[in-house]
């Protein structure tokens, strides 16, 4: 094998985290009650249209978890084979293109000449002071000046081609799926389709997927020849990085939840259910982890996971192994001061349902407590949960690119959209600017963001439109939106 | 009321005392003395001297919770937990590491947090309400439609872009104001004024949506509807009757932060070189200054459970069906 499989504490959890979404789909899809808000979600045209963009993102996120370290030529004494140090992702490979043509410094987006003057020797034999060409961006142009534009033009046409092209095959493909399933004529089915009379909103989200399509295609086409978006500091392609950063981003917004839920859950539940002193304890740890300015809990968590980790260096073969766990660490520290507004909604809930007459039924026929727990009241708290989990994603999203900022964040090696941002933002003051980082991540980081937030919404919308994200702006410490019960319903 | 009060304040006690375990526990035994001391010298070559002279000077070489010692009382006080952790409850914090004295830095610092944070949350709660009434007044038109999008997409972009690209707009661009400092006396203004302003902008989308659904849950009561049917015209109903009522769940999110205002904003004071309270703390943070990061986190949830108490004391107020017992 030329290639050595590398499994990444995160890449386990993000695996077992798809695993279990496809169980729970194939679970809902068994059952009638539980189809009917999920049915509802599937009519709402932001948010299925947000869902296609988002569900972009996550493939993105997906094949950049699956990672591997190539077999280097040299062998050991032994005869065993020697591993590369770099950490590669099924997405770095796809996007090799990206990856191997670093610059030497900072260059423009689609530009071919370097971002500085530099000392250059004429064919000629003269010494002169001017823009070199890059290394690789527009190196197929014999005279930049003159070509550049035209080609970029021609390029992103020929893109735009391929896009729409692409996204016609699409429809057909979903028409004649349509089709064969409703047992219709292909052109009724494709009527339907367009003037958007079908029973789930297929217009719209075809429209968004057209729309990725147009943007990517070009972005493919083009990334083959220039840096789309400019190279950083070091030469690196800024694309590349942002593509880089939606794991990570994907990673802090989901396995946070993931790993505060059970928590959340049987505290919650415990204490909704058995009142008393059990309650007691467990609001009692929740108010004063809630009452720990969150921003310095963090801070704190991270600080401490740092020394612990720097006592223990060997434990890490790689840098990626290492910024991994810290990755991991952080999303566990994230979690803890996250669970508690999760925790006290579900105690609501406990103390509503166990009043209920199939509880008290179940409680008469002398049903254990972990049953009851289990079976009746588990079951009716999961929309909560579920919306829990994908409000909080779009403030973690958010929270990461300012944790990273006060120093707390990601691991420094790791690309985040936070990083990159921290990187850039001191290029801004060079002469000519340097904004394209900047722009990028913010970019980036504002399509995904929304689309959790559109789709979050119909989510909402659909299991239980009370709870909502009460972000309180004036809470200094608290990066991210608490779980709130709209106030009288 | 009064017992009511005297109640919280007394549970507020284990609660901190729970904070104060937390914090300790974090910072001297997930970290033992000895680390920090070889993270504040750097971290390589480090003689063991060096790391006994650090923490000799600062008072780290004391036994963790008992010290055998030490005679009477002094087994219990002379030791780590008492004079670092315990003594934060008179709120005696002690000294940074770089030998200052936090509880002086605390009292000067303050200042410039209020004069940013005051601002800002009376001309965003303002800002707010006037939008969310707005929107509310225009409900189910394109008005309400475009205004829910917008907020919807401004609650989507990074704070850290409202603060860079206000700072490269208005500061760099149009020279209005400087891009970062403080200044004495009345000059103060133009430092303030743009991260406040920030402040304002950087919460529009969240809050002027959450409260446009308060609003609107008021708007379909029945009293509403009686206030239409004897014929008060709509800005009669909204001020009059939808603000008042739809005020109270605002108040909650509002007074509960008010003793917090004082920390200040992390990000928003460090990228604008405010010297106040979050600038300093973040400082902490970098310099992993641990007896400044340890006051602030105690300081920060002593002011949070201020802040529940008041925002209880304040529903009586507001809504006098509301009595505490």
Known sequence: MPYRHVLLWTDALVWLLVTCAMVFAWYVAQHEHLRAPWRKVTESRYGMSALVILAVFVAIGLLDSIHYRERLDTRQASGAANYAVEVLSLFDALAGRLRNKPERTYSAPLAAYAYAKENVTRPDGTLAREFPRLLHGGAHLDDPAAQLWSDVLRKTLAGAGLAVALWIALTMLLAAWLAGRREQAFGDTLTEIIRGRAALPWRPMLLSAGLVLLVACPLAVLSGYYHVLGTDKVGQDVLYQTLKSIRTGLVIGTLTTLVMLPFALLFGLM???????????????????NSIPGV???AAGVLASQVVMDRHADYFETVT????????FLCLILGITSWTGLCRLLRGEALKLRELDYVQAARAFGVPDWRIISRHLLPNVMHIVLIATVMDFSGLVLAEAVLSYVGV???PSMISFGTMINNARLELAREPMVWWSLASAFVFMFV???????????????????????????LPFRSRPALVVAPRS | MFAYVVRRVLYAVPILIGVNLITFALFFFVNSPDDIARMQLGQKRVTAE????WKAERGYDRPMLFNGQAAGVEKLTETIFFRKSVSLFWFDFGHAEDGRDIGHEIRTRMWPSLAIAIPSLLVGLSCYITVALLLAFFRATYVDFVGVVLCVAAMSISGLFYIIGGQYLVSKLWNLVPISGYGQGIDTWRFVILPAAIGVVGGIGASARLYRT???EEIHRDYVRTARAKGLTEGRVLFGHVLRNGLLPILTGVVVAIPALFIGSLVLESFFGIPGLGSYTLDAINAQDFSVVRAMVFLGAVLYIVGLILTDISYTIADPRIRLR
Not at chain 1, 281 to 286: C, D, F, G, N, S
Not at chain 1, 455 to 463: M, N
């Open chain 1, 271 to 289: 204490a909704g259910y058995f009142r008393g002193w059990i309650d007691d304890i467990i609001q009692y740890v929740y108010t004063t982890l």
């Open chain 1, 296 to 298: 310095l809990l963090i």
């Open chain 1, 321 to 328: 192994e290492r910024a991994d766990v810290r990755l991991l």
């Open chain 1, 409 to 411: 964040g990601v691991d």
């Open chain 1, 448 to 474: 995904l963001v929304l689309s959790a937030n559109l789709f979050s919404d119909a989510v909402r919308d659909a299991f239980d439109p009370r709870i909502r994200a009460g972000w309180s702006l004036f």
């Open chain 2, 50 to 53: 060096a790391i006994q002279k």
């Open chain 2, 214 to 216: 308060i609003f609107l």
